[in-house]
């Protein structure tokens, strides 16, 4: 089991920048493979960007292609979510999940374990 934790959300202006981080509990973490997912106010939540456990393997969302990159750094067992060229449309709540396997699926329902979530407000 994994526990993990969200930080970095904020207020930014249209076109600014901000980093996600998703700090992991266990000694298994290289065994995961771990997910951003967002939720804007009255929508579902949706795929942002998927890792796989070793990081070999990465996929973003076509909306966030170009301006959003996932990485990890398994001796620190922490994810991270760069967004750069952020837009109002990016504003939501959001998710870090993990699976245990290497695969890195984009669908939220095969992630078992899931972070609070961490508010992202992009002004215009």
């Known amino acids: 089991q994994v526990r993990v934790v969200e930080s970095g959300g904020g207020l930014v202006q249209a076109g600014g920048s901000l980093r996600l981080s998703c700090a992991a509990s266990?000694?298994?973490?290289?065994?995961?493979?771990m997910g951003w997912f967002r939720q804007a106010p009255g929508k579902e939540r949706e795929f942002v960007a998927v890792?796989?456990?070793?990081?070999?393997?990465?996929y973003h969302a076509d909306s966030v292609k170009g301006r959003f990159t996932i990485s990890r750094d398994n001796a620190k067992n922490t994810v991270y979510l760069q967004m750069t060229t952020l837009e109002p449309e990016d504003t939501a709540v959001f998710y870090c999940?993990?699976?245990?396997?290497?695969?890195?699926?984009?669908?939220?329902?095969?992630?078992?374990?899931w972070g609070q979530g961490t508010q992202v407000t992009v002004s215009s």
């Open positions: 999940a993990a699976r245990s396997g290497s695969i890195a699926y984009k669908t939220a329902r095969n992630y078992d374990y």
């Open positions: 266990g000694r298994t973490f290289s065994s995961y493979a």
């Open positions: 890792i796989s456990s070793s990081g070999g393997s990465t």
